[in-house]
């Protein structure tokens, strides 16, 4: 443990006039983070222990915490805490290399784990984007894909069923939608189309990416087709926005989320 985090110990704040009690802290806690107090994705003393160290209630804390939030410092995950902000992660869209591949060209250990699969009948969008018949059957799968074992993203993926007709079973031997995809034939596929888009998380996705309630998270609807250019997979992938940041690159032709 770094010595500087002796600074831990308890100090009572003084109410000057025009500064709160948390913007006190917040600006004790923002230099510590500056100081490198804290290593980047290290965890905070909880609400409990700051509220004893600063000898306030924990609403106050909390009006500190999310000040700091706010500034984008540190991050808050559900159940877990909050912790010194990581470097975002680039995530580059182009026309291949695989999320694995993605990540591990930044040194960064991938994993997906698989949630759910079922077979649904196509919606409009999903039919529309695999230029099939609506209610025609699908292969569904839910998965989380993680970074040094924190999740980045929570994503759904439709297969159409006639084609791949037990693809989640593949898939969930190897863990991964490149060797599944070559176990049906397909030696290769790209990015036909991506959308993005920015809302707030919604409840699934605040518990399984462990964020904030209502944090902000960027939705990526995507569409990707054989050598044919028959579409063979949409895709709506959740990122948490706080963690990734993604990087176009116009010379490039071989990267897709």
Not at 62 to 86: P, T
Not at 215 to 226: G, I, L, T, Y
Request: with cysteine.
């Amino acid at each position: 443990m770094k010595e500087a985090k002796s600074s831990n110990k308890r100090q009572k704040l003084v109410r000057a006039q025009g500064v709160t009690l948390w913007h006190q802290i917040q600006s004790v806690l923002e230099k510590e983070l500056y100081d490198g107090v804290y290593s980047a994705g290290e965890k905070l003393p909880t609400e409990k222990q700051l509220a004893e160290r600063f000898f306030v209630n924990r609403h106050t804390v909390r009006q500190a915490i999310a000040e700091l939030v706010r500034k984008e410092l540190i991050v808050v995950e559900q159940g877990r805490g909050a912790f010194a902000r990581r470097d975002k992660l680039d995530y580059f869209l182009a026309r291949r290399v695989r999320f694995r591949e993605n990540l591990l060209r930044q040194q960064k250990s991938p994993a997906e784990e698989l949630l759910t699969h079922d077979t649904v009948p196509a919606d409009l969008v999903a039919a529309k984007a695999l230029c099939l018949r609506p209610t025609t059957l699908l292969v569904r799968m839910r998965s989380v894909g993680s970074a040094d074992k924190h999740p980045l993203c929570y994503t759904t993926q439709y297969f159409p069923k006639e084609r791949f007709p037990d693809f989640a079973e593949v898939y969930a031997e190897n863990h991964s939608v490149t060797a599944t995809f070559q176990a049906f034939g397909i030696a290769d596929y790209t990015r036909k189309s991506t959308r993005i888009m920015a809302r707030g998380a919604e409840a699934e996705e605040v518990r399984l990416l462990k964020l904030r309630r209502h944090a902000p998270v960027m939705v990526v609807e995507s569409v990707n087709v054989d050598h044919d250019g028959t579409p063979v997979e949409y895709g709506v992938c959740v990122w948490a926005a706080d963690r990734i940041q993604f990087v176009v690159d116009a010379d490039s032709h071989d990267a897709s989320i």
